[in-house]
């Protein structure tokens, strides 16, 4: 792997990234960062498991390829390097040369195959899906609201509007709320009118999250 980019284009990234690694682990991979380089793009990421943080950036690829820096060290040593144009190169022993000016540095890289995957969030069909469950969602709590107007229940009508409300604002609801809505009216409606806690989009969920 040999590639050229930007000092502060790489230092922003390599900071944004860090993040993402975990401090406290038996597993020492998960401290460092991973580098991947294809094409003209350099793209670098860091997860604890829990949380996954990724970053791409524009640089000269002259030979593809990927490692894994350690993530605490390398931004420490990156981020001096701001306003230079850096060269990071690796050799057949997985180290890591950084060379900006005239000068070299050297960095013991970690085993890429060990650095678990980061699956991605959503693509194009993902997007749609969930877009399309938040809209059934919707359209089944106003169809609840149509069947108790329907019989002039006020409180429950009431009740699920707020419901739709949250939903649309939060993009998560209570089950506890959902079976709550309702139970003091004082006219029967049968079951199947009430069953939305059913079929909640736990995609559109995220989606909503993400989009706030």
């Known amino acids: 792997m040999r590639i050229v980019c930007d000092g502060a284009d790489l230092a922003d990234a390599v900071l944004k990234v860090s993040k993402g690694t975990s401090n406290k682990t038996t597993n020492p991979i998960l401290e460092g960062i991973k580098v991947v380089a294809e094409e ?11 949380l996954s943080i990724e970053k791409t950036i524009r640089g000269m690829v002259h030979l593809e ?3 894994v820096v350690p993530g605490k060290f390398f931004c420490e040593y990156i981020k001096k390097l701001n306003n230079e144009q850096i060269e990071l190169a690796v050799d057949e022993k997985n180290m890591l040369s950084i060379k900006y000016t005239d000068s070299v540095g050297k960095i013991q890289c970690m085993n890429s195959s060990e650095f678990p995957e980061i699956k991605k969030l959503e693509d194009e069909a993902n997007i749609a899906r969930e877009k399309n469950d938040f809209n059934t969602a919707i359209k089944r709590y106003e169809w609840i609201i149509d069947r108790y107007e329907e019989l002039g229940n006020t409180l429950a009508v009431n009740q699920y509007r707020a419901l739709i409300d949250e939903f649309r604002e939060n993009g998560t609801i209570s089950i506890q709320a959902i079976n709550n809505a309702g139970k003091t009216s004082t006219r029967p409606v049968n079951s ?13 969920t995220l989606r909503r999250r993400r989009n706030r």
């Open 65 to 67: 390829g990927e490692m």
């Open 40 to 50: 003209d793009f350099v793209t670098l990421s860091a997860t604890d498991l829990e």
């Open 192 to 204: 199947a009118t009430t069953t939305i806690k059913v079929d909640f989009p736990t995609n559109a």
